[in-house]
Every structure is written in C-alpha cells, then in structure tokens.
C-alpha cells in the first residue's frame, strides 16, 4: 500500500515538475494563457525541486540501483506526458497556470 | 563560413545518411527489443499450457530425474534444466548432443505431470533472439549488422545533440497542428532527447553484453586466445568428461540445489534461486550437478552463481564467484537483460524501447519527407517509401501476424514443424508488406496501418476463442501476463486506428493544398504577364 502510494508520489512529482518547467518556458505559457501575461518566476526553481523530490522517492523506494534505471525513465514519461497535455489536452495544464498565478500574488496582470 | 556552423553542418550530414543506411536495423531491434521485454509473458500468451498459476517449488527427484532414466540418456549428453519462476511457470529439461538428441520436455510444476507443450517458438525463440541475431546466422552476420547498428546508434544520439538547435526551448514542444514535417520533426527530438539515457545505456550494453563476439582477440589476449581459458576465468565454466565408467545415474539434485540457494542468499543477503542446473556425464562415474544462478529477483546488477557437486559423493567441488572486474559490468549487463522481478521498472524499460522505435520511425519518415519536398523522381521516391514502410509498419504487421498464426495453425503438426510455419507467416507478412507498399504508393502507410489496427483487435479474440481466456477471466483469475498481453495488444490496436484517422486528416489537408497551388500560380502568372 505504502510501496504503491510512494511510486504514485514520484511520478506526480516528477509529472508537476516536468509541467512547471514547460510552464516556465514563455511559449507554453503563452499559448495556454492570454498573451502578453508572464508567468510567475518561482516556477522554474519549483519545477527542478519537484524533479529532485522525485529522484529522492525513488531512490528511497527502489535503492539506488534500481532507482538510476527507475529515475530517468520516469522522467521520460513525465515529460512525453507533458507534451502530450500540451498539444491535445491543455485543460488541466490551463487550470495549473492559473494556480501558479494565483500562488504569486505579484506577477498578476490587471 | 562560422566554424560552429561548419561543424554543425558535418554532424547533420553525418547524422543523415548513417540514420538513413542503419534505420531499417535499428528499428527491427528496438521493435523486438522492447517486445522481449515481456518475451515470457507472451510466451504464456503464445503457450496455453504455460499459463499459470505459477509454483516456484518443484521437486526434480520427482519429475526430471525418472524421465532421464526413461529416456536413455548417455554420458555424452549434456542435460540442462530451465527451473519454473513467476514469468516462466514450465519446468523444462532439455538434452543436447549424441544420437538421439535434442530430447525436450515440459512439466506443470504444480502437478509435477509432464505437459504437450504448443509447437512454437515463442516470443523468447523468436523476437528475443532476432533483436540481437537477427535470425541471420551465417558466419555471425546477424550480429555484426546489429553490433554496427549499436554503434551507429550511439554515434546517432552524439550527432543529433549537435544538430539540434533549440533542445531547451522545444524540449516540450510537439506541435500536431502544424505541418506534418513539423509535427514528425518535434515527435523525433521529443522521443529521442526525454530517453537519451536510455539510447545511450542499451546500445552500449548490447555492444558489452557480446564483447566476446565483438572484441575477440582484446578479450582473449590474456588467455593466449583459448576460449576455455577465457570462459573458466570469467564465468567459471570448465569441461567435465565421463570416464568411461558406468554407474548408477545420479538419484537425488533436490538438496544440493536447497544448499546452494541457501549460500547465495547468506552471501548477497537477498533472495537468491536456482534457475538453471546442468548434469554433466549422466550415468557414468565422472557425473556432476552444476547448480547455476543468474537471475536475480530483487537486483539489477546480473549475478552469476555456479556451484557443481559430485553426483556420487555429494561433495561440493566448485563454488565460483566472479572476481571483481566483472562485477563491474554486471549493473550494466543486468539492466539490459532484465531478469529482475519488480514490474514497474519493466514497464518504464518497456516505454524506453517504444520511445527508441519511436525516434527512430519519425527519423526515417522526416528525412522521407524533406526528399519527396527537395523534389525527388517517382520512381526513387516509390522504392524509398516501400522501404521505409516495409521496415516500420511492415515489421510491426509482421510481428502481429506471427501471434495471429500462433492461435490460428491447428496443434497437431508434429516436431517443430508448426513453429516453423509461424516463423514462415512472419517472414511472408513482412516480404508481402515491401510489395504492397511499393504497388500501393502514397497509400500504403495508411492501408497498412489499419491492417495492423486489424490484427490488434483479432489477436485477443482468437486467444479468447482458442482458450476461452477472455480478459475478464484472466484479470479475475490474476493472469497478469495474458491479460497484459492482450491489453497491450489492444491500446496499440487503439493508436493504430488514432494513426490511420490523422493519415487520413493530412492526406486532405495536403490534397487541398495542392489544388489550391495551381490557382495561385496562374494568378502570379497573370500579374507577371506585361501589360500589351
């Protein structure tokens, strides 16, 4: 239960971390909010931080041997995942980009 | 010209005609790879009688030892045990060499009888070895094109990171709306830079794994070139004669495999079995039990275990563990054999397989593209298309073909006959796919990816007719490998219909394109026309 719990913990970690990286990157953000706005700037830095949280599940999880087989191929799917949202399914990815705004009070665009 | 451009330049030109001679190879070993990923889950698929529910405790005292004495075994046959595990529920004995070998036989560990095993290959017979043989055994030819391939590969994944001129701001990019090139284009960095690690670890294991094949003379210099030297250094393999001497044929192996899984496991402290014993000399007074360990349940790192007792005394006269330089490549080696248990790493290395199949197919059809737009003349763009299609969509219809037969050829064709003709169902799939592609032209990806849409919803049918498996029985039943199989077989079912629907889309899109072309051309034509 907890084993299971654990994996689902990395890969939403390093799923959220992936989709704040592309958040960062101005294209993404653009496309999904209005243009002109900017995102926010912590999510850059939130975005390597939820990819080194995931490193560490794993690594807790699986031990290091498994984990440096484990670790790059999550990420990999993470962040097919995310482009993938990206392209066909950018909903959620909207409803993320609103969050983080309204996470940082200071980026708001009137 | 800048000297970065310069080199930048090399590195594409590089990039493309390596990419262009090896795709077709590289595709068929990733393709297969990633299918022997599961070789012993679709082994069960293919093999009824293999299914579980899976016993990992058997008795060979019980069942491989009477069919030895039945089956007149001479001291000059090797016999070899395959021992029964979670993916590989069937204990298998196998006898080689003398007059009347190959003897095979299955058992059912659960009820210790002897089983009929299906006549076939198997994924683990067929796929498994194309992806590193290519089924092309002549003077080791196969793996010399597959070891090249590697190479090439690595040499690929180099070059492309020069060539790629925007890796962070596209990383996330795919764009399907824009034009197909486009959209092929970004499908190519997306699938080739998420699971770089991945082309880079498994081509250059592939390359270590048959560093015997490859490096012959480096890795038997120190041994003055003799094999044997080589083996017994690295791999603790030494020849054993029979004297000449009959004796009573060996009456008990059970305890001397209990004692050596019971030293492995004490030694790396995690659950270590036997998966494969040798009895050499049978019948003769020279006769030993050669208790061996490779797979382990709970690591990556390979671990080789061989202990050999005397069969007569029960004396313990080999206990070899590698010596510490080859436990350095034993992570290496592990990762891509995958003897592991857990599933989820199975999954993921599953996933990197398809995405290196991925990189590689939209490889090949973005640089097909980028020919047939530069202007190429119908008849080289026909041959490269009916290649190209032939080694992608062909590879994969084939592939699918070959379970088809699996459920489809009746079962009482003898010896190996019905596994050979399910090996002559694939190769005919895939020669018939050249030929189509090259009559059919411009349609042929799209034709042939609804066949294999086709196949993909047969294929859980039959198992479900032939077996009366229908994925509710197997998922109620906890047959995680048929069931998996079949779903497996179904989701890509599902993206082939996905792909045939936005082949069609673009057809159109390009077809409307074109008919606007002319009009546009006429009217500059018009513009361009001096005044009278």
């Given at each position: 239960?907890?084993?299971?719990?654990?994996?689902?913990?990395?890969?939403?970690?390093?799923?959220?971390?992936?989709?704040?990286?592309?958040?960062?990157?101005?294209?993404?953000?653009?496309?999904?909010?209005?243009?002109?706005?900017?995102?926010?700037?912590?999510?850059?830095?939130?975005?390597?931080?939820?990819?080194?949280?995931?490193?560490?599940?794993?690594?807790?999880?699986?031990?290091?041997?498994?984990?440096?087989?484990?670790?790059?191929?999550?990420?990999?799917?993470?962040?097919?995942?995310?482009?993938?949202?990206?392209?066909?399914?950018?909903?959620?990815?909207?409803?993320?980009?609103?969050?983080?705004?309204?996470?940082?009070?200071?980026?708001?665009?009137? | 010209?800048?000297?970065?451009?310069?080199?930048?330049?090399?590195?594409?030109?590089?990039?493309?005609?390596?990419?262009?001679?090896?795709?077709?190879?590289?595709?068929?070993?990733?393709?297969?790879?990633?299918?022997?990923?599961?070789?012993?889950?679709?082994?069960?698929?293919?093999?009824?009688?293999?299914?579980?529910?899976?016993?990992?405790?058997?008795?060979?005292?019980?069942?491989?030892?009477?069919?030895?004495?039945?089956?007149?075994?001479?001291?000059?046959?090797?016999?070899?045990?395959?021992?029964?595990?979670?993916?590989?529920?069937?204990?298998?004995?196998?006898?080689?060499?003398?007059?009347?070998?190959?003897?095979?036989?299955?058992?059912?560990?659960?009820?210790?009888?002897?089983?009929?095993?299906?006549?076939?290959?198997?994924?683990?017979?067929?796929?498994?070895?194309?992806?590193?043989?290519?089924?092309?055994?002549?003077?080791?030819?196969?793996?010399?094109?597959?070891?090249?391939?590697?190479?090439?590969?690595?040499?690929?994944?180099?070059?492309?990171?020069?060539?790629?001129?925007?890796?962070?701001?596209?990383?996330?990019?795919?764009?399907?709306?824009?034009?197909?090139?486009?959209?092929?284009?970004?499908?190519?960095?997306?699938?080739?830079?998420?699971?770089?690690?991945?082309?880079?670890?498994?081509?250059?294991?592939?390359?270590?794994?048959?560093?015997?094949?490859?490096?012959?003379?480096?890795?038997?210099?120190?041994?003055?070139?003799?094999?044997?030297?080589?083996?017994?250094?690295?791999?603790?393999?030494?020849?054993?004669?029979?004297?000449?001497?009959?004796?009573?044929?060996?009456?008990?192996?059970?305890?001397?495999?209990?004692?050596?899984?019971?030293?492995?496991?004490?030694?790396?402290?995690?659950?270590?079995?036997?998966?494969?014993?040798?009895?050499?000399?049978?019948?003769?007074?020279?006769?030993?039990?050669?208790?061996?360990?490779?797979?382990?349940?709970?690591?990556?790192?390979?671990?080789?275990?061989?202990?050999?007792?005397?069969?007569?005394?029960?004396?313990?006269?080999?206990?070899?563990?590698?010596?510490?330089?080859?436990?350095?490549?034993?992570?290496?080696?592990?990762?891509?054999?995958?003897?592991?248990?857990?599933?989820?790493?199975?999954?993921?290395?599953?996933?990197?397989?398809?995405?290196?199949?991925?990189?590689?197919?939209?490889?090949?059809?973005?640089?097909?593209?980028?020919?047939?737009?530069?202007?190429?003349?119908?008849?080289?763009?026909?041959?490269?298309?009916?290649?190209?299609?032939?080694?992608?969509?062909?590879?994969?219809?084939?592939?699918?073909?070959?379970?088809?037969?699996?459920?489809?050829?009746?079962?009482?064709?003898d010896g190996d006959g019905r596994a050979y003709l399910e090996?002559?169902?694939?190769?005919?799939?895939?020669?018939?796919?050249?030929v189509h592609a090259a009559i059919r032209n411009k349609q042929?990806?799209?034709?042939?990816?609804?066949?294999?849409?086709?196949?993909?919803?047969?294929?859980?049918?039959?198992?479900?007719?032939?077996?009366?498996?229908?994925?509710?029985?197997?998922?109620?039943?906890?047959?995680?490998?048929?069931?998996?199989?079949?779903?497996?077989?179904?989701?890509?079912?599902?993206?082939?219909?996905?792909?045939?629907?936005?082949?069609?889309?673009?057809?159109?899109?390009?077809?409307?394109?074109?008919?606007?072309?002319?009009?546009?051309?006429?009217?500059?034509?018009?513009?361009?026309?001096?005044?009278?």
């Amino acid at each position: 239960m907890i084993h299971t719990a654990l994996l689902l913990f990395a890969f939403l970690t390093a799923f959220l971390g992936c989709a704040f990286l592309a958040l960062s990157q101005d294209r993404h953000w653009r496309a999904l909010m209005e243009r002109g706005t900017l995102g926010p700037a912590f999510q850059r830095p939130a975005g390597w931080i939820l990819i080194a949280v995931s490193l560490l599940v794993v690594v807790l999880r699986d031990g290091g041997s498994f984990g440096a087989l484990i670790w790059p191929l999550l990420l990999a799917l993470t962040a097919v995942l995310t482009a993938l949202m990206l392209a066909y399914w950018k909903k959620p990815m909207v409803v993320l980009a609103r969050a983080s705004l309204s996470l940082s009070s200071r980026n708001i665009t009137p | 010209m800048h000297i970065a451009d310069e080199f930048r330049k090399s590195m594409n030109w590089l990039h493309t005609w390596l990419g262009i001679a090896l795709s077709g190879v590289l595709f068929a070993v990733f393709w297969m790879g990633s299918l022997s990923v599961f070789m012993y889950e679709t082994d069960q698929w293919m093999m009824p009688e293999a299914r579980g529910p899976a016993v990992e405790t058997v008795s060979l005292d019980e069942t491989v030892l009477p069919w030895l004495e039945q089956s007149d075994v001479s001291a000059e046959q090797s016999v070899f045990v395959v021992m029964p595990s979670v993916r590989k529920p069937l204990l298998r004995v196998g006898v080689f060499g003398g007059d009347n070998g190959p003897l095979n036989a299955y058992f059912d560990p659960a009820t210790g009888k002897q089983v009929e095993r299906t006549g076939t290959f198997g994924s683990s017979g067929f796929f498994y070895p194309f992806h590193y043989s290519l089924h092309i055994n002549w003077q080791g030819l196969g793996y010399w094109i597959v070891g090249l391939a590697a190479m090439a590969m690595l040499t690929l994944v180099v070059s492309g990171i020069f060539i790629h001129r925007k890796i962070v701001q596209d990383f996330f990019s795919f764009r399907p709306t824009k034009a197909l090139r486009r959209s092929t284009l970004d499908l190519h960095n997306i699938t080739g830079l998420v699971a770089l690690p991945f082309h880079i670890l498994f081509p250059l294991t592939g390359i270590t794994i048959f560093a015997l094949v490859y490096f012959e003379g480096a890795a038997l210099k120190p041994f003055k070139g003799e094999v044997f030297d080589y083996t017994r250094e690295a791999n603790g393999y030494y020849v054993i004669e029979p004297d000449g001497v009959a004796a009573d044929p060996v009456q008990s192996v059970d305890g001397f495999i209990e004692e050596a899984e019971a030293i492995w496991t004490s030694r790396s402290g995690t659950p270590a079995s036997a998966d494969y014993i040798r009895i050499e000399a049978y019948g003769d007074t020279n006769s030993k039990v050669v208790i061996q360990h490779s797979g382990p349940r709970l690591q990556v790192a390979r671990s080789q275990g061989r202990i050999v007792y005397d069969a007569a005394s029960g004396e313990m006269e080999q206990d070899f563990q590698p010596a510490p330089i080859r436990n350095a490549l034993s992570w290496l080696e592990g990762a891509h054999y995958m003897m592991f248990r857990p599933y989820h790493v199975r999954w993921l290395l599953f996933f990197g397989g398809l995405m290196g199949a991925a990189m590689i197919a939209t490889g090949l059809l973005f640089w097909m593209r980028a020919r047939i737009r530069k202007g190429l003349e119908p008849t080289s763009v026909r041959v490269v298309r009916a290649l190209s299609v032939g080694s992608i969509t062909g590879m994969i219809g084939a592939s699918g073909a070959f379970l088809l037969a699996n459920r489809l050829l009746p079962l009482d064709i003898d010896g190996d006959g019905r596994a050979y003709l399910e090996v002559l169902v694939f190769y005919s799939v895939w020669l018939l796919s050249f030929v189509h592609a090259a009559i059919r032209n411009k349609q042929a990806w799209r034709d042939q990816v609804w066949v294999i849409a086709g196949i993909a919803f047969l294929a859980p049918v039959l198992n479900w007719v032939s077996t009366g498996d229908f994925l509710t029985v197997s998922i109620s039943q906890g047959q995680w490998a048929v069931a998996g199989t079949d779903l497996v077989i179904l989701a890509s079912g599902g993206l082939a219909v996905f792909a045939a629907l936005r082949l069609k889309q673009t057809e159109r899109v390009e077809a409307a394109k074109a008919q606007r072309r002319p009009v546009a051309g006429s009217l500059a034509d018009a513009a361009s026309v001096p005044a009278e």
